[in-house]
Structures are given as structure tokens and as C-alpha cells.
């Protein structure tokens, strides 16, 4: 039986046997001529161009389609009322098509998305469980009874209370009530919480100085510590951590510290480190106590923010003693104070001590920098070397910021060649372009910080931490370096054994080296005292003994340097004189070790970049940025 769709018109019936009617046949008709033509105009990707001329000259023919004036054709009133009803009919479908295909990718999509949350979420619950679980497994469970004095509770559920005292992680059974984290004395009976004493936090700032029993924090004054051994506890990483006094950052970060009658008993870190600024002690003479200064200023000077005009203080000491102040804090209007005559920048403190007054200076260490790179490198070495010292300045005085060998001024280094010279000289133009055009950058081995030993001048090879008596990092390694652009590159310095009477030995009888570097750098050496005799195995402590004999230095440029308290290097020979006199032939200028500025100048000059100096001198580390490296730590 024939099911194709009827085109017939009233009593008619496709499969009546019967043609059609006239107008069943015009509609017929009509359908499929508008219906090719529609295929075509809609399909057209490969349109058949006779085709289509075809069925136009029929669509004219037949009414369908018009001629304007211009020749081009246009759709009559029959043709539109025609189409009208399939071209609606057939958006209809295509449209509704379109959302049939669109709402399947829509609801993927959809449930895409609640997938990632749900497994997003189910990840964070299950290291959470992961942590609680690693801190369970790493927690010694409480075994006597006893009082866990200013111990932190890390964790408080699972009925399990696990916490920090004196660096362990302990666990005991029971929990608090209220949800808590922090500092407190938990009493410990029967392997079970008895009691817990929580212990708030009573004030925070930034901690200036701390030692002989005290602890100076900015707005707060000077506040007894309960003991010189306090427990800090580290908030800032993935988990918290006990840490010493020591690795907390004098002067640079915000702390909070809990006070037990009214004495610090514990301090909790709780953001990270800004270290923005350094505090230098500035040493007189080499001696760490000021004695009693000048301070001013081209601008108003500030004492405690007090303004006190544009007069200087003459004495300092009498400033402080008629004020009866132990501490006082100078700044200017123009962020420059000036100490017997030589201008620094920043800040400064003045602390009275027993033997004279303190002076601390606090600068950014951007601007510390610009002071530090005209004092180590000369302004005149070629822009790369200057790059690659300013680098190595600021990593060095990164790494320094937790030395605590001056905790009980707040100082973290001094402005001696012990860090590096800080001197209160002018900037040079090439000096600070170079520093600000490596602003922020430091040198990361490991993702770690190194620290940056760097010298004047190699005598042919750089050295290990060996003259030192050290084990050597990973960084350091001995490379060529051949600095004959510098004066010291060759040297021979004359003694005089009957120019120094020392305090507890007498006058030296003789001088013999014991053990040599391959790199020629002097290990170990011996002074004999008649029937004593004393034995130096440090470079710097060997340069220090032979300078008491030294008379001068012939350089490898025929100029010599007198009164030099050190000799230049501990690379060199010894050949004995009459009378105790004895000559060393040696190379180099200071201790061997890591950066030669030499060097650095000379491989500047030859094309080396200031990255590619670093990578030469170090082994295996990067320039990155300094907050790169706060991150990692």
C-alpha cells in the first residue's frame, strides 16, 4: 500500500486510483517547484548555478517571481503567501533542533561543574583527615602525669588534644569544649587532659632588641622575658612549628607575645616577615660602643618624634643623661642624620650602654644597598660587574637577617668588612643604576637562599670553604679566575718579627707553614715564641697574626700600601731573612671564596652578562626574586 503523503484536494485520495484535481495538481505543482528553489537558496554550499536559472525562469513564468526596472527579480504576493507557511514551519524545526543538541551539552556542562565542587570538596576533607591523621602518627602519646607549661594546641577534636611542648608533638586523650588553638598550660593525669589554662595574647609589635632578660617591642618599651629560652611558635606555614628566639628577624616583623605576670612566656609568629628594612650597628673605630656624638641634619631633627628644629644635638650622651633616657630614636625631615660629620640614611637609635652610646641605624635595604655597592665594588668596573655586586650585596644581607651576634642592640649586622662596608660615602650614578636595575633580586640555590661570600681580587683560583676550617655548601666550588686587571693579583709583603712584642707569647723567634691549599691558600701555620709556639688555622686569623709584622706591601702595579693591619691574602710562600725578617710572594686580596670583583670586572668586559658572572662564581643557583624566595622558606 502506498503511505506517501496525500496531496490531494477534498474527496480525493492518493491511492483512490483517480489524478488529481486541477487544483491539487497546482498545489503539487507549486510545492515542489518553491521546494527546490528553497533547497537551493537555503543550501547553496555547492549551489547548481543552471539549476537554479531554471527554476527562476519557471518561478517567473508561473508568477512566482517578478523583474524591477533594474532587472533584478523579486518574490510576488502569491510566491511569499506560498512560502510563507514552510519557511516558518521549517525555522520552527530547525530551531527547535538546535535545543534538542544544545540541552543534552548544557545539562554536561552542568553536571561537569557540581562534579569538580563535590571532588574539590571530598580532596580538602580528605587532607584534612590526611594531616589530622600525619599529626596523630607523629604525636608521642603523654605517658606521666604532669603540667605542659606554655605548650600550643594544634589540633582539638577526634577526641584526641595534640600539642607543642619544648619541640615535641605530644597527644592526649580528651578534647575542650570551645574550639582553640594557641598557647596555654594543659595539666596532664592518667594519659588524659585534667586541665587546660588558656593563655591569651596580651600585646603585639615589632620586637627592637631582646637580651639580658628583656625584650624591647616598639610601643611597648623594654618587657621582662619569663626565660632567655621562650618558645615562639610558627603560625605562617602549613602547619605550625616551634622555633627559637634566634630565627625570629629583629626589627622586620610583628609578633604576639603572651605575658605571664606580666614577663613574656611565650611569643606566637602569625604573618610573615616584612623585611623591608636592616638595622646596622655603626661601629667607631672598630669598637661596637659609641662614645659620645654629634647628630644632624641639613633638615629639622626628630628625638621620640619630638621636632626639635634644625639645631644639631652636640652631645648626645648629655642629650641623653639630662632627658634620663637610656634609648632615644633620631630621624630628620629629609630621612638623613648626620653622625660626626658623615651623613647616613634612615633612621638611627641611640642606646647608652656601660661603655659608651650606641648608635643603630634602620634603612630599607634597597637604599642599603646603594651604600654598600660605591664602599665593596669601585664605581668605575664595567655596568655587568656592578649588576652581578649588587645582587650579591642584597642576597648577603637577606641571609644575614637573622644573625643575633647584636640582638641586644636590635642590630642585625654592622658596617664593618665582617658583613660588608656600609660607609657613609656618596652614591655613585653607575652604582645605583645598577641597583635599581636588579632591584629585588637575590641569588637561590635550591630554592633556598645562599649566602654570598664575595672577594676583592683571586690570585688565580677561588677557594673553598677549607681555609675557613669549614664544610663546603653546595653553592661554593674553586673555578679560574685570573685577575690580573687588579693590583693585588701579585704581592710580596715584608716582615719584621722584632715589630711586635705580643701580650702573652713574647716576640716571635721564627714562622712556618704547615699546610697548603692546592690553590696555593695557606691551612695552617705555626709562630714560634722561643720555647712556645702558637698554631692559626683560619684565613682570616693568619692574615691577622702575620699583619702584626707586616711593614709593607710591594703590588703587582709597583705601588705599595703601608700600615695594612692584615696581610692581603692567605695564599702565598714564606721565605726566611736575617734578623727575623721574612718575605711572603703571595696573590690575592681577602678570603678566596665565591665572587672575585676582579674577576666579575673582567668577565664583564669580555661579554659576560651579570647572571652568567653569578652562574660562574656559584655553583648551580638561579637569580630570582626576593619574594620568590620568602615564599619558599
Not at 520552527?92 to 543534552?104: E, F, V
Not at 623591608?276 to 669598637?287: A, E, H, M, S
Not at 661554593?476 to 701580650?503: C, F, G, M, Q
Not at 668577565?603 to 637569580?623: E, F, M, N, P, R
Amino acid at each position: 500500500m502506498d503511505v506517501r503523503p496525500s496531496l490531494c484536494s477534498g474527496r480525493q485520495k492518493a491511492d483512490c486510483g483517480y489524478p488529481p484535481s486541477k487544483s491539487a495538481r497546482s498545489l503539487n505543482y507549486r510545492a515542489g517547484i518553491l521546494g527546490s528553489y528553497k533547497r537551493i537558496i537555503m543550501y547553496k554550499r555547492t549551489p547548481d548555478v543552471q539549476k537554479l536559472y531554471e527554476i527562476q525562469k519557471i518561478l517567473k513564468h508561473k508568477g512566482f517571481l517578478g523583474t524591477d526596472d533594474k532587472g533584478s527579480c523579486f518574490c510576488s504576493s502569491h510566491f511569499l503567501s506560498s512560502n510563507h507557511y514552510l519557511g516558518v514551519k521549517e525555522n520552527r524545526n530547525l530551531a527547535n533542533g538546535r535545543r534538542r543538541r544544545q540541552k543534552p551539552n548544557q545539562m554536561v556542562w552542568i553536571m561537569l561543574a557540581i562534579t569538580m565542587v563535590c571532588v574539590v570538596i571530598v580532596f580538602a576533607i580528605v587532607m584534612v583527615q590526611k594531616e589530622k591523621g600525619t599529626l596523630v602518627k607523629q604525636a608521642r602519646a603523654v605517658t606521666k602525669d604532669m603540667v605542659y607549661e606554655n605548650a600550643y594546641i594544634v589540633s582539638n577534636d577526634d577526641g584526641s588534644l595534640i600539642f607543642i611542648c619544648d619541640g615535641d608533638l605530644y597527644r592526649a586523650k580528651g578534647i575542650m569544649e570551645e574550639n582553640f588553638t594557641g598557647v596555654c598550660d594543659i595539666e596532664i593525669s592518667g594519659s588524659k587532659v585534667k586541665k587546660i589554662q588558656i593563655k591569651p595574647d596580651d600585646i603585639s609589635g615589632v620586637m627592637l632588641s631582646y637580651g639580658d632578660g628583656t625584650m624591647q617591642i616598639a610601643g611597648q618599651g623594654d618587657i621582662p622575658m619569663q626565660s632567655d629560652k621562650l618558645p615562639v611558635y610558627d603560625e605562617t606555614g602549613t602547619s605550625p612549628k616551634e622555633i627559637a628566639v634566634s630565627d625570629l628577624i629583629i626589627g622586620s616583623e610583628t609578633l604576639s607575645y603572651i605575658l605571664d605576670s606580666g614577663r613574656i612566656c611565650a611569643i606566637v609568629r602569625r604573618q610573615v616577615p616584612d623585611l623591608t628594612y636592616i638595622r646596622v650597628l655603626i661601629k667607631n673605630d672598630g669598637k661596637d660602643a659609641f662614645p659620645t656624638i654629634a647628630a644632624a641634619a641639613a633638615a629639622n631633627i626628630y628625638v621620640d618624634d619630638a621636632d626639635c628644629g634644625s639645631n644639631a644635638i652636640d652631645d648626645v650622651g648629655a642629650y641623653m643623661a639630662n632627658a634620663q633616657k637610656s634609648k632615644i630614636k633620631v630621624s630628620s625631615a629629609d630621612n638623613y642624620v648626620s653622625i660626626n660629620g658623615k651623613s647616613y640614611p634612615g633612621s638611627f637609635e641611640f642606646i647608652g650602654t656601660e661603655e659608651g652610646i650606641v648608635a643603630v641605624n634602620t634603612v630599607d635595604v634597597e637604599t642599603y644597598v646603594r651604600y654598600v655597592l660605591p664602599s665593596e665594588m669601585p664605581s668605575t668596573f664595567d655596568a655587568e660587574a656592578l649588576k652581578a655586586q649588587a645582587v650579591c650585596a642584597r642576597t648577603f644581607v637577606y641571609s644575614q637577617m637573622k644573625n643575633t651576634q647584636y640582638a641586644l642592640y636590635g642590630a642585625n649586622i654592622d658596617n664593618t668588612t665582617a658583613f660588608q662596608v656600609y660607609n657613609a660615602s656618596e652614591t655613585k650614578q653607575s652604582t645605583d643604576e645598577a641597583v635599581k636595575a636588579t632591584a629585588g633580586q637575590v641569588v637561590s640555590c635550591g630554592r633556598s637562599l645562599i649566602t654570598c661570600y664575595y672577594f676583592s681580587t683571586s690570585a688565580g683560583k677561588t677557594e673553598d670553604m677549607e681555609v675557613w676550617s669549614s664544610s663546603t655548601p653546595d653553592f661554593i666550588h674553586k673555578v679560574e679566575s685570573v685577575d690580573d686587571n687588579s693590583p693585588y693579583y701579585r704581592w710580596t709583603s715584608e716582615l719584621d718579627l722584632s715589630a711586635y712584642n705580643d701580650p702573652q707569647y713574647g716576640t716571635a723567634t721564627g714562622i712556618s707553614v704547615d699546610k697548603t691549599s692546592d690553590a696555593g691558600y695557606v691551612l695552617s701555620l705555626t709562630i714560634n715564641y722561643g720555647n712556645k709556639s702558637q698554631t692559626f688555622t683560619a684565613e682570616n686569623d693568619i692574615r691577622k697574626a702575620l699583619g702584626h709584622y707586616q711593614k709593607k706591601v710591594t703590588l703587582n702595579d709597583g705601588s705599595v700600601r703601608e700600615n695594612m693591619s692584615m696581610i692581603p691574602s692567605a695564599c702565598f710562600s714564606v721565605s726566611a731573612g736575617a734578623n727575623g725578617h721574612y718575605t711572603l710572594s703571595g696573590g690575592g686580596f681577602g678570603h678566596g671564596i665565591g665572587f672575585s670583583q676582579y674577576g666579575a670586572d673582567k668577565l664583564a668586559k669580555a661579554g659576560s652578562s651579570y647572571k652568567d658572572i653569578i652562574g660562574y662564581y656559584y655553583k648551580d643557583v638561579t637569580v630570582v626574586d626576593i619574594s620568590s624566595v620568602r615564599s619558599e622558606q
